[in-house]
């Protein structure tokens, strides 16, 4: 028997990934081990959206190399973003790697590997398909929750970004095969499912049959055993007020919207390659809190974009004021080379994107405790996950509106159960409750 390991970084398509290459793999007899020192197949499902990513994955590729002293016949595999960004370069990085798989090649993992044991050599397979999404199983999670990815690529090309230089062009999956996907997950008990696409807004228009989000949320609306359904990531460009009534009537859709604005400067937008403007923003959201009820927002944001000024900065703590985000992922912006924004003048210190980080930081976190603090006695339904990481005696689960809630362990509860809890207390990033 030979068994694997993989290291996922990045995003929850990765996750998505890796568990399709999990199921491949255990297809050929390959088993699980939790012990990377006793694998003999390492695979590591990487990202290359920010440097401080690629630094770190680089760093555990280095830790691995003694495994390989001690165990010849070890293979090491880069899959994911950075093997599709860095291809063969990797080898010169790392020479103690075997396989470097592209974005688009997840599905020949078995071969690849016989081809490593057969011939003794490298390999690199990073071919771009931008016509075909293969049709991949998942390995089951053990959990109540799966990945779905219902399409790949984007086609935005935001100027900062890398993620249409290796995920390639946007393709979907056709409506059918979503819901046949969903409709087995429910028969297997599985109760929470999240859509994932890097733009999940211009799902099926590659179709060009008039099929979009929309058509695909309303497809999903009723499917026995799901009671909820996320999806990510939404573009406010892409998002029509049509897909925002469909999301309003599902009765399993969450009542939770991830909608990175990146910034709340007009002029850093245009320079972003964003397509909107503030006020366009800001009226869409308004648009989304009219029509789902008791919708929780989070967001996206950059800090540091070449140019962006004080008064740009200014804009933006004054857009997280405006709109009272429950929650906003912060990122110093990272220069990515084949990418225009790289090649911008007038790049920000990096002193100044700490300092503007921090101030951005500091504004979210008391919006978000006086959120939380405003759901205290009130009564929300939760699917319970399991034990707290810190704490035995402690259980947790999420809202609809992905609210983590943490609660005394109780007799009789299981993960999966879906029960009541009366908000006790509200921090910056958990709540406490009572199970009723
Ligand atoms: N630098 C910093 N943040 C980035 N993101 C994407 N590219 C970069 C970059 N070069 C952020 C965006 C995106 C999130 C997933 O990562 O905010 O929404
Ligand atoms: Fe990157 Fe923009 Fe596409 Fe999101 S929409 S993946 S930020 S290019």
Known sequence: MKSYYIYTYGCQMNESDSERLAHQLES????????????????????????????????????????????????IAITGCMAQKNQADMFKRAPHIDIVLGTHNIQHINEMVKEVQRTKKRQVNVEMDNTVLPELAAKPNGTFFAWVPIMNGCNKFCTYCIVPHVRGREISRPVEAIVKEVRELGEKGFKEITLLGQNVNSYGLDFKDGTDFGTLVDALDGIPGIERIRYMTSHPQDMTKAM?????????????????????SDNILQRMNRHYSVEQYKDLLQYCREKIDGVTITTDIIVGFP????????????????????????FIYSKRSGTPAAEFEEQVPE?????????????????????????????????????SRTDENMWFGRTSGNKMVLFPKQDGLNVGDIVDVRIDKGQTWVLYGTVL
């Open 28 to 75: 050929v007899g390959y088993i699980a081990t939790e012990e990377v020192n006793e694998a003999d197949l390492i695979i590591l499902n990487t990202c290359c959206v920010r440097e401080t990513a690629e630094n770190k994955i680089y760093g555990r590729i280095g830790e691995l190399k003694h495994l390989k002293e001690k165990n010849k016949n070890l293979i």
């Open 351 to 387: 002193e100044v994107k700490r300092v503007r980080l921090q101030a951005l930081m500091d504004v979210q976190n008391e919006i978000s405790l006086e959120l939380n603090q405003a759901m205290e006695g009130k009564v929300y339904d939760i699917i319970v996950e399991g034990p």
């Open 307 to 330: 140019g962006e000024t004080e008064e740009d900065f200014q804009q933006t703590l004054q857009l997280l004021k405006d709109v009272r985000y429950d929650m906003a992922f912060t």
């Open 244 to 264: 925002v009534d469909a999301l309003g009537r599902s009765s399993n859709i969450v009542t939770q919207l991830h909608l990175p604005v990146q910034s709340g």
